[in-house]
């Protein structure tokens, strides 16, 4: 990296003078911690609650993937938007605002199509936040000091994560899983205050100047994509193929003699490993280079699928979904560092929302793959491919970046 850099306006140090983070960094961070409060207090009951409400178990998977699809589509176009009008601020408090509305529809909720819409609502907001929130603080942040403004953006965003799992499994302690519906409505309710709360704390950002340009972007073109941001995006998407939902992991997890506490408790584990370690991986990845922790992390996301594929105990899932963790805080903070730094910034939001949505796109059928195979082969083979590609990957992007 180099040593000395342009003069950049107000608003876009990562530090001051005194040490401290940039303030958009730390106020979105705020956000993110308090959101993730609230939507991992809810996140975990909403099967038992759709159990309780009496619906099938073939809603849960057209209510999950709808709403992650959906999301995923919004995320490219919100970008792209954020770009064109010239600000980030406003889309991303409508989208945390969008997810709050989300956790009151889940309270008023009475069957499974209520709780689709509520579901629904939640991604919705997440679609429309996510690029113009992340590209905020890549404007907010010079080039050199990037890893650590996501690092540490992804490590506020982890802990709350992993405090409302424990909120979560604190509940289920406390009442069990044979609730009627009307017991999980306190929970939805409470969870409104954090988003509330996160919500209003964004309305503290300050757009850099950068922003403030209103830009005569094509309808949602994705020419002038760099060749070496199109080659890792190729990564990405290959990657996501073999990236099934963190469910199957879970699912193993009881596969392998874990109660539903143990693993929530599971669960907790991975979010308090990736959550302490993300801001430190982001720090290193701003001496070091993107590269190396990258590959480095997708080796170890290969090496976790082919333990839970070869695990003949519950024992083996403590260290796994610890690795696990250091996987995501060696990855997910990381990518949209790198898109940040490739991506023209009159394009930044735009792809890094194309970004988000290839990785929430390849959700869908890289669950469907993993379901397939689990129910065909069974579960070894669903994490023997996943293993098999996160190697690929970290193949790839030794080869394209």
Not at 257 to 262: A, D, E, I, K, R
Not at 317 to 336: N, Q
Request: proline share 6%.
């Amino acid at each position: 990296m180099p040593t000395s850099r342009p003069d950049r306006p107000a608003g876009q140090q990562l530090t001051g003078n005194s040490g401290k983070p940039a303030r958009n960094v730390l106020v979105t961070g705020v956000t993110s911690f308090l959101n993730d409060i609230s939507s991992e207090m809810t996140y975990p009951l909403i099967p038992l609650f759709l159990t309780a409400l009496g619906a099938p178990a073939a809603a849960l998977g057209a209510i999950e993937g709808l709403a992650e699809s959906t999301a995923a589509l919004l995320k490219t176009f919100s970008g792209w938007w954020s770009d064109r009008v010239g600000r980030r601020k406003p889309l991303a408090i409508g989208g945390y605002a969008g997810s709050s509305l989300g956790k009151l529809l889940l309270y008023a909720a009475t069957g499974w199509p209520l709780v689709l819409a509520g579901r629904l609502t939640d991604r919705i907001g997440k679609g429309i936040r996510t690029a113009p929130r992340d590209a905020l603080i890549a404007d907010s942040t010079p080039e050199g000091s990037r890893g650590r403004a996501f690092g540490l953006h992804r490590a506020m965003d982890t802990i709350g994560a992993a405090v409302g799992v424990l909120f979560a499994i604190l509940f289920l302690r406390r009442f069990g899983t044979g609730l009627d519906p009307s017991g999980y409505r306190p929970v939805f309710l409470i969870a409104l205050i954090p988003a509330l709360a996160g919500t209003a704390v964004l309305l503290l950002i300050r757009e850099p100047k950068v922003c403030h340009t209103r830009r005569n972007l094509p309808r949602l073109s994705l020419s002038g994509l760099p060749l070496r941001l199109k080659l890792f995006l190729l990564v990405i998407g290959l990657f996501a193929l073999g990236n099934s939902s963190n469910m199957f992991l879970l699912l193993r997890a009881g596969n392998l003699g874990f109660s539903p506490v143990g693993v929530l408790v599971l669960y907790l584990v991975f979010n308090l490993t990736y959550g302490l370690l993300s801001y430190p991986a982001g720090r290193l990845s701003d001496r070091v280079g993107r590269k190396r922790l990258l590959i480095t992390g997708y080796l170890l996301y290969g090496a976790v699928y082919i333990g839970f594929a070869l695990a003949p105990s519950g024992q083996w899932a403590w260290p796994l979904f610890t690795v696990y963790g250091l996987f995501y805080a060696l990855t997910e903070g990381l990518e949209k560092a790198l898109v940040a730094d490739i991506a023209p910034v009159e394009r930044r939001a735009t792809f890094v929302g194309l970004h988000s949505t290839l990785v929430g796109i390849g959700l869908l059928p890289a669950s469907l793959i993993a379901g397939a195979l689990w129910a065909g082969l069974g579960p070894a083979a669903t994490f023997w491919f996943g293993g098999a590609l996160g190697i690929a990957a970290a193949l790839g992007l030794l080869i394209v970046l």
